[in-house]
């Protein structure tokens, strides 16, 4: 099987080091390709470098560093580096945090599993929510021990992938149950209020200095979503894909009278 490995919290981040052993359970070195970003790329959504030209640097074989968005990488993936030969199976991740809710929109790693579903590889986003402060422990040990069974059964049951359709899978903090028992298949959630807030600091009538923050309390309209569910301690599991329209309200347009 080949595999393509990116992620949005950069190149030398921790959780794409765990997806590496995890993509060697289910391949060979020679058939593992990682392309992701060079410095951290969070939240870049399906940002791409339109019209601006960006370096790419080859690390070792099968390993490039791309100053770029996770979307880059994946067009630089597909388009150029294995465009010959395309991979089997994209994986995006392990992102350090949760993507759960409208997260999804925001994401850069949710992006680049994205743009390889459009592209017609099935792509599977991967995520771990975190507490706080982990106590020297790695944050990504439950997930290297059960996520190459889970991706091997979707990639089973979807491949190949004719639907363009993504899967968004996020691992809690603390696990409720045991492996396969603590998966739970979702719809993405929707929280009452956005999830991020501005700080400013007004530094003159006319100048200001700004930062946007996740909000600390938050919390999602249903019980059966990925929000609460991954909160809950278990694994989620939704499929996902471009096709946002809203139907109701398309159809409700349609008979508008303008």
């Not at 949005?8 to 981040?13: L, N």
């Not at 609460?228 to 008979?255: A, R």
């Amino acid at each position: 099987m080949r595999i393509l490995i990116t992620n949005d919290d950069g190149f030398d981040a921790d959780g794409i080091k765990s997806l590496k052993k995890i993509a060697l359970e289910m391949s060979t070195e020679e058939n593992i390709f990682v392309v992701a970003p060079s410095a951290n790329q969070s939240a870049k959504s399906r940002s791409i470098s339109y019209k601006t030209e960006f370096r790419i640097a080859k690390k070792s074989d099968n390993q490039y560093a791309v100053d770029g968005t996770p979307t880059d990488c994946i067009i630089f993936a597909l388009d150029h580096l294995m465009k010959n030969k395309k991979p089997d199976l994209i994986l995006s991740g392990i992102n350090w945090g949760y993507n759960l809710a409208e997260d999804v929109f925001y994401s850069g790693t949710v992006a680049a599993a994205m743009e390889g579903a459009e592209r017609g590889v099935l792509s599977i986003a991967l995520s771990q929510a975190y507490l706080g402060a982990e106590g020297g422990l790695n944050p990504f040990l439950f997930a290297e021990r059960c996520c190459s069974k889970l991706c091997l059964s979707i990639y089973q049951n979807f491949s190949p992938s004719t639907k363009k359709v993504a899967f968004n899978v996020n691992f809690p903090a603390n696990p409720k149950k045991r492996y396969p028992d603590c998966i739970k298949i979702t719809p993405i959630g929707r929280r009452y209020d956005s999830n991020f807030t501005i700080n400013l600091q007004i530094k003159s009538e006319s100048s200001y200095l700004a930062m946007i923050d996740t909000v600390n309390k938050n919390s999602s309209s249903t019980l059966e979503d990925d929000y609460n569910n991954c909160l809950d301690g278990y694994i989620t599991v939704s499929p996902i894909s471009m096709h946002i329209i809203k139907e109701k309200s398309f159809w409700e347009l349609k008979k508008v009278q303008f």
